[in-house]
């Protein structure tokens, strides 16, 4: 019998994780603040940052040639959920997202065949051992029925970090930085895609995306985001 192989460090991390959430289950506390909660709250939230959350119920809207759609306006609350998932690792999180997502949707009329999650810089995502957006689109996949592609968009080069840039700015730094994964094409040709991201600031990200998907002839293409200043 051979010996067992050690642990990567992607493989450590998500064992103490499962071990974590046995001891810890995150549905007794809240997502946003910590406070403790039961089970029966909705999307893991206390009933002070539900309420606090600036919820969105507008019709999808129409930003350079595509529908674009949020779950709520960008804020403290908005903020420290996505940096709770991020940065801290939280990654249950994404199954809540992924859960306002879908309401959020459904509620809009908005159908779909395929998600499709914001590329992340591979340095970036290497380093913090996920794509919250590909998480997030993993759990939306289940929860919908449609396929999430997580490689269907990749980046083809480092850009800056978008914090503090200018839209011009932000514009210059994404242009050219995605392509589409051609050996994906047939799973989003004459389809309807939703691309998905956890923030929409000025748009330049999604509309770069926007513009490499259209190398694949879909259908049509949605874009959502968790929360959006606009």
Known sequence: MGRPGRLTPAGARAFVESVLDLIYPPS???????????ETRTYNLCDHCIRHIRWDQDPPR???GMRTLRCAQYGIYERTLIF????NGHKYIARDIAE??????????????????????????????????????K???R?????SVPGALRRTRDTRPMRGLSPTEREENIRGSIEP??????????????????????????????????????????????????
Do not use: W
């Not at 007794?28 to 039961?38: S, T």
């Not at 009329?109 to 957006?133: C, L, S, Y």
């Not at 929860?143 to 396929?147: F, V």
């Open 84 to 87: 709770s998932l991020k940065y």
């Open 100 to 137: 306002m997502m879908r309401d959020r949707l459904e509620a809009a009329g908005i159908f779909f065949d395929v998600i499709v999650p914001v590329p992340m810089n591979p340095t970036k995502e290497r380093a913090r051992g996920f794509n919250q957006a590909a998480l997030i689109a």
């Open 28 to 38: 007794l506390y809240c997502n946003c603040c910590g406070n403790l909660i039961d």
């Open 181 to 230: 994964d051609m050996e994906t094409a047939e799973r989003i040709r004459g389809r309807t895609v939703l691309l998905l991201d956890d923030f929409y600031t000025t748009g330049a990200t999604a509309l770069e995306c926007r513009k490499a998907l259209m190398h694949a002839e879909p259908a049509d293409v949605i874009f959502i985001a968790f929360a959006a200043k606009y």
């Open 62 to 64: 129409e930003r350079d």
């Open 143 to 147: 929860l919908t029925g449609a396929d």
């Open 139 to 141: 759990h939306l996949g």
